[in-house]
Every structure is written in C-alpha cells, then in structure tokens.
C-alpha cells in the first residue's frame, strides 16, 4: 500500500478551512518544492509563467522561483 500524507487543500499557511486530501507521500514532498503554498489557479497561472520563463532565459534560480510563486498569488 502507498504511504500517503496529509494534504490540506488551502494551505494552513493561507488560513485553510480544514478540507484535506491524502496524497502519496513522495508525490505530496513535490508538489510542495514546485508550488510551495500556491494553491487553485495560482499553480496554473505559476505554469504559464514558468513557461514563458523557460523559453527566454538560460537559467533560473530559486529566488526567480520564489518571485513568480509571489506574482501569481490572489493573496
Ligand atoms: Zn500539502
């Protein structure tokens, strides 16, 4: 059987409403390094920009990582 976490789907850190998921574990760690606490169309907008980050630079840092997570919260 997968180990499974706990997955709160608005982030605790983002005043959620107690609503969770059970994840597999090693798929909940990622998605958590990609998309920190975005959450809902913030992860989508963050893949679109990524997106178009990839294609114009050579490199991208954690703190470009960092910004865009920033730029695409609703707050
Ligand atoms: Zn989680």
């Known amino acids: 059987m997968t180990h499974t976490t706990v ?5 605790r850190s983002r ?3 107690g609503q969770t998921v ?3 574990g090693k798929f909940h760690k990622s998605w958590h390094d990609v998309f920190g606490n975005l959450y809902g169309d913030e992860c989508v907008r963050f893949i ?3 997106n178009v980050q990839l294609r114009r630079r050579k490199r991208i ?3 470009d990582l960092h ?9």
């Open 22 to 24: 059970r994840l597999p």
């Open 48 to 50: 679109e920009l990524l």
């Open 67 to 75: 910004r865009l997570r920033e730029k695409v919260k609703d707050k």
């Open 15 to 17: 005043e959620s409403d």
């Open 61 to 63: 840092t954690n703190n």
């Open 7 to 11: 997955h709160h789907i608005v982030p």
